[in-house]
């Protein structure tokens, strides 16, 4: 019996020898991006701590923050090729997860915050 | 590139069925899926850790500054031997490094080049291991002690110097008596939790990637995808194995740097 309800699609799996060359070089090039940011958080982190930094330190927080998403950024688009992929699953991957991530560290961030004042004012 | 998505197919073909819409195969969409959960469950853990720590005026007093969290290197056990961050930078290159070979794995698969994948995905899962031993390495020097339950070495130069250890408190039995001394050693007992179930859940994931990937290797040397005639199984391993990579690089800024 010849079944109609699989879906055909073409897996395209496959690039040529000159396609694999441009791939490799990006692969290397990321590598290198990724490399000098872990390189700077550590050497920051290392020579420049917090207690040294003083007020200069929230502005580091951040910085390292930032630099971690944009590590995310680029692993996520290039090692994991969701930046090749068509638009509708990129949103369909990327805004459920941003909008789930962004409600609950707010939530989380917002009732810590609140339990700690509750805590400085009935403490004693 | 070459991959499917970057081909133009008019909407009606697309959305009108017999094809898939997001060109992407049934494994690799769920493995996304899959993907996008465990991310929303490594979130979770982390976003609790900040709540536990600002929710606390105490804690935020208590908790240790990240890059003095582990200090220590291996074969250096004098007192001067204080590392910031030097071993988890390691830690943190050998996995972006085997994400790396990962996705050179994945390429030579794209090739059917047998011999490159077999290449990338060994050292793909010798990164894993040198990970997960590094690991171990770590969470023994945290948990030893010169009278620890899990001892690693008897000079044990390690918990003196922690943040968390050090602080010998003496075990009085009822008669007042000193009867032994026990470490106390992880400082506030919150952030212990957080820090071991956390890295633990994340080395567990690395744990199950690198047995993934030795069984993918075992059926490329086996040539299950050179009859299949595509390396997608590895594009799927590929795509957990850097995701672990992905964890790691939040887990590194919450722990160690902020």
Redesign the interface.
């Known amino acids: 019996m010849v079944r109609d309800d699989i ?11 000159e ?2 060359e441009k ?2 070089k990006k ?2 090039k990321v ?1 290198a991006i ?2 000098i940011i ?1 390189l700077v ?2 050497l920051v ?2 020579f420049y ?3 040294v930094a003083g007020s200069a330190w929230e502005f580091i ?1 951040w910085g ?2 930032i630099l ?1 998403v944009i ?2 950024g680029y ?2 688009m ?4 969701l930046g ?3 638009k ?2 990129k949103m ?2 990327i805004i ?2 941003i909008i ?2 962004l409600y ?2 707010f939530h ?2 917002n ?3 609140s ?2 004042d509750t ?2 004012t009935f403490r004693h | 590139m070459s991959s499917p998505a970057s081909k133009q197919i008019d909407s009606a073909t697309l959305w009108g069925g017999k094809i898939s819409p997001l060109s992407i195969s049934y494994g690799k969409l769920m493995m996304w899926f899959f993907l996008v959960s465990d991310a929303l469950t490594f979130g979770g853990l982390l976003a609790s850790l900040g709540f536990a720590k600002f929710s606390n005026p105490e804690n935020i007093a208590a908790w240790p500054a990240g890059e003095q969290v582990f200090t220590h290197m291996p074969f250096l056990h004098g007192p001067d031997d204080v590392y910031p961050l030097l071993y988890v930078a390691l830690m943190t290159f050998i996995l972006i490094v085997s994400s790396v070979t990962m996705v050179l794995a994945v390429e030579a698969g794209h090739r059917m080049d047998k011999r490159g994948v077999i290449k990338w995905l060994t050292l793909t899962v010798v990164g894993g291991l040198i990970f997960l031993g590094s690991q171990v390495w770590e969470w023994s020097t945290f948990i030893a002690g010169p009278d620890g339950n899990l001892s690693t070495w008897n000079d044990n130069a390690t918990l003196q110097h922690n943040v968390y250890g050090g602080e010998y408190e003496p075990i009085v039995d009822s008669h007042g008596h000193t009867i032994g001394t026990d470490v106390k050693s992880y400082g506030p007992t919150l952030y212990a939790d957080f820090f071991f179930f956390i890295t633990g859940f994340h080395g567990f994931h690395v744990f199950t990637g690198v047995l993934f990937n030795i069984i993918i290797l075992l059926n490329v040397f086996k040539g299950t995808y050179e009859k299949r005639g595509h390396y997608e199984m590895v594009e799927k391993v590929g795509l957990y194995w850097h995701f672990i990579d992905l964890v790691w690089v939040f887990v590194f800024t919450f722990f160690y740097l902020v």
């Open positions: 879906i055909e699609y073409s897996l395209d799996a496959h690039h040529s020898e396609e694999g791939i490799r692969i290397w590598t990724l490399s872990t958080e550590v982190g290392a701590p917090k207690e927080k390292y923050i971690t590590k995310a692993i996520v290039v090692f994991m090729h090749e992929e068509r509708t699953f369909m991957i459920p997860y789930f991530i609950l560290i989380l961030s009732e810590g915050i339990v700690g805590w400085n």
